[in-house]
C-alpha cells in the first residue's frame, strides 16, 4: 500500500505519472456527464470527476479495471434487476476502487508540502490501519480470493420513484467512516466498507422495510444518514487472515476476525449527532436540527411510521 503518484495503486509496479486509470469509469462519466462536474475534495480545493485518476500501471488497468468497468456498466443498463444480480463481491470491488481512488487522492495531496490539511488521515495511525485492512481484501480485485462466509463491506440497493427525482447521477463519500454512496438513474447503492455485514445486519428492518420500495428522494436521504450515521459509530476493525496455501490451490481463501471482547461494535447513538447528519442529508429540503429533534427521543422519520412500518410517500409538502 503506497500512496504515491509513481506506483500502481493495484500491483505496486512503478509508472509513470501518465499512467492513470479513471476513479469514475468512462461509461459513467459520459452517461452522466461527468467529466466537468466539480468535486470538493477535503481539503477545500476543487477537481472534477473526469481529472480523478489513481496510479495505474496499464496491466492492472486492462486487465482488471476495464473489465470490471463493464460488468457494471452491462448490469447498470438493466436497472434494479442488472445491478442486484451482480456478484455482490464484484459491487464491493467496483465501490472499493472508487473510494481507494479519491482516498489516494487526498493522500497524495496531503503529502503536498503545499497543502496544510486541517485534518491530516495519514498521520492517523487508527485510519492508517483500517486502510491497510481494506487494502488487502481490495486486492481480489488482481488475485483470485473467497471471502469464506462473509463480504468486507453492508450493500443496500433502493429504487427511487421518479415523481420528484431531480438527480440522474449522485455521489457521496466519507473516508474516515468509509460510508459510500452512488446513485445511478433511479437506483443508489449505499455501501458502507470493512464493515463485514454487520452495519446491515444492525438496521436489518430499516433494510427489510426500504428495500423492494419505491422511495422519495427525501427517504432515501434519511435511508443514507441512517447509514452513514450507522458508519459513524461503527468502533472495530477488521483483520483479514490468508488461509495456508495447499498445492495445487487456484485462489485464495479469506478468513476474518473481530475483536469485539476489548472494544464495543458500535458506539452508543446518539440522537442529536444523529440529528446532525439527518440535516445533513436533508438540506436540499432545507429541514432543520431543532425541527427534526422536536420529539427529543424520536426523530421526524419519513421512512417509517410510529410502527416502524414503512410510510409511502409520493410527494413531500413542506410542512410548517
Ligand atoms: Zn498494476
Redesign the pocket.
Known amino acids: 500500500m503506497q500512496f504515491t503518484d509513481t506506483n500502481?495503486f493495484?500491483?505496486?509496479?512503478i509508472i509513470t505519472k501518465e499512467h492513470r486509470t479513471p476513479v469514475f469509469g468512462e461509461w459513467l462519466q459520459q452517461k452522466y456527464n461527468l467529466k466537468d462536474k466539480e468535486l470538493l475534495l477535503l481539503d477545500k480545493s476543487v477537481t472534477t470527476f473526469g481529472q480523478l485518476g489513481i496510479p495505474?500501471?496499464d496491466?492492472?488497468h486492462t486487465h482488471y479495471m476495464l473489465p470490471l468497468e463493464h460488468e457494471v456498466e452491462q448490469a447498470a443498463t438493466k436497472g434494479m434487476a442488472g445491478l442486484q444480480a451482480l456478484p455482490p463481491q464484484r459491487l464491493f470491488q467496483w465501490i472499493g476502487k472508487m473510494y481507494y481512488g479519491t482516498l489516494v487522492t487526498e493522500l497524495i495531496k496531503e503529502a503536498d508540502p503545499l497543502v496544510m490539511p486541517e485534518y491530516a488521515v495519514s498521520e492517523d495511525p487508527k485510519m492508517l490501519g483500517k486502510f491497510r485492512s481494506f487494502y488487502q481484501v481490495l486486492q481480489s480485485l488482481r488475485v483470485p480470493m473467497e471471502f469464506d462466509g462473509f463480504l468486507p463491506c453492508s450493500l443496500f440497493l433502493l429504487e427511487v420513484s421518479p415523481t420528484e427525482d431531480e438527480l440522474p447521477f449522485e455521489y457521496q463519500d466519507e473516508l474516515t467512516t468509509m460510508a459510500f454512496s452512488i446513485k445511478l438513474g433511479s437506483v443508489a447503492i449505499v455501501c458502507t466498507l470493512l464493515d463485514n455485514g454487520i452495519i446491515r445486519k444492525a438496521l436489518g428492518r430499516l433494510s427489510q422495510v426500504a428495500e423492494g420500495q419505491l422511495l422519495h428522494p427525501i427517504q432515501l436521504a434519511e435511508f443514507k444518514a441512517r447509514v452513514f450515521y450507522a458508519a459513524y459509530i461503527f468502533n472495530v476493525v477488521p483483520e483479514y487472515f490468508i488461509r495456508p496455501q495447499k498445492p495445487g490451490d487456484d485462489h485464495l481463501v479469506l478468513d476474518t476476525l473481530i475483536d469485539d471482547v476489548t472494544n464495543e461494535i458500535f458506539n452508543p447513538w446518539e440522537m442529536p449527532a444523529y440529528a446532525h447528519m439527518l440535516e445533513e442529508m436533508w438540506k436540499p429540503w432545507s429541514i432543520r436540527e431543532q425541527q427534526i429533534l422536536q420529539n427529543p427521543s424520536q426523530p421526524i422519520s419519513f421512512l417509517l411510521d410510529e410502527h416502524h412500518q414503512f410510510k409511502p410517500m409520493e410527494r413531500y409538502v413542506k410542512q410548517v
Do not use: E, F, I, V
Open positions: 500502481c493495484l500491483c505496486g509496479t495505474c500501471c496491466r492492472c
